[in-house]
């Protein structure tokens, strides 16, 4: 299995500066609660544990459920097991969680609750799935981006149901690899992309169908993960100069409402939780999970814990429950 080569950057950037901590605004935290690989446990879930937060580890093999608060940097409540090379993870509106996983699938597991029974995978023939959004994963629509198509081809987004599998595949002539993606409540998606010159892109998919459209007055440096938040503001990281984005519309006009504002360390992916007041963001350079608090003109650092993997990868986080945007 090939590293994709925004990640492969990433990950080589880290470990160049690692010694300066490969930190993009100051040094490194120290890490309360921190999870070492060879302490991976099974772990049930508390009956009563109906928030958290999911993080994931690229690549890795588990997905850890944390605490909804997590300032004291405590050990996970409960872990999925048995997703290799999980990168991102997504959570719906009834806190069922979405695993994609690079080799080919995505994976759906049972809300309110965290850690949930598995309620089944979906083949995906189009690529290889990087991130998900989907408003209800098991009687709706998944919208999984796919970094790069099979093969050699550029990236594209899949349209898939658990019960149906992925049947649409979109795809735009100026893509060539996809980060992140977002779904509206209208049925609208986009795509956080790179064209061939490596220059970051959007691209904006009306009603999640046909060719989709370039968005005009989008400012990331980079491609990396989106939200959008309770306001139906996309929320928009640009991961290799760790900066995050609030832009409004973007169909396919951008208006910019704030940023860039600059993030602790290199973060790919990044969730809001459900009422949009806090941000947590996986961060590639220290290795931890950074949370601030949110609003569309302010984004303030609060907080870090845990490393979730003894190596220089790291995933995704969501909160569940999600940003009901």
């Not at 490194?28 to 928030?51: D, F, M, N």
């Not at 996809?178 to 509206?184: E, M, Q, S, Y």
């Amino acid at each position: 299995m090939r590293i994709p080569i925004a990640m492969a950057k990433l990950l080589t950037y880290c470990a160049l500066v690692v010694l300066a901590g490969c930190s993009a605004s100051q040094a490194p935290l120290t890490p309360s609660g921190a999870l070492a690989a060879h302490a991976i446990r099974e772990i049930p879930a508390p009956v009563s544990a109906e928030k958290g937060m999911y993080v994931s580890a690229f690549d890795g093999k588990v997905v850890y459920g944390y605490p909804y608060n997590n300032r004291h940097g405590k050990p996970p409540l409960c872990e999925v097991t048995g997703v290799p090379y999980v990168d991102s993870v997504g959570v719906d509106m009834h806190g069922n969680l979405i695993v994609p996983i690079q080799r080919g699938t995505i994976e759906v597991f049972q809300g309110p609750g965290m850690c949930g029974k598995g309620l089944g995978d979906i083949n995906d023939p189009y690529g290889y799935p990087f991130d998900v959004a989907s408003a209800d994963a098991v009687n709706g629509t998944i919208v999984v981006a796919n970094f790069y198509d099979s093969g050699t081809t550029p990236g594209s987004l899949s349209l898939c149901t658990l019960k149906g599998g992925c049947t649409t595949n979109l795809t735009n002539p100026k893509i060539d690899e996809i980060g992140g993606v977002a779904l509206a409540r209208n049925g609208d998606c986009w795509a956080s992309a790179t064209d061939s010159q490596n220059k970051a892109i959007l691209v904006y998919f009306k009603g999640c169908s046909g060719s989709g459209r370039v968005a005009v007055g989008f400012q990331n440096q980079s491609y990396g993960g989106l939200d959008i938040d309770s306001g139906g503001r996309l929320v928009s990281l640009s991961a290799f100069d760790g900066k995050l984005w609030v832009y409004k519309g973007c169909n396919p006009k951008c208006v910019t409402i704030a940023g860039p504002f600059a993030l602790r360390g290199l973060a790919f992916y990044g969730h809001l939780n459900e009422k949009a007041t806090r941000f947590a963001v996986t961060n590639n350079s220290d290795l931890l999970v950074d949370i601030y608090s949110y609003s569309p003109k302010n984004v303030t650092y609060l907080y870090s814990f845990g490393r979730v993997s003894a190596s220089s990868d790291i995933g995704g986080a969501a909160y569940n429950p999600r940003s009901k945007e």
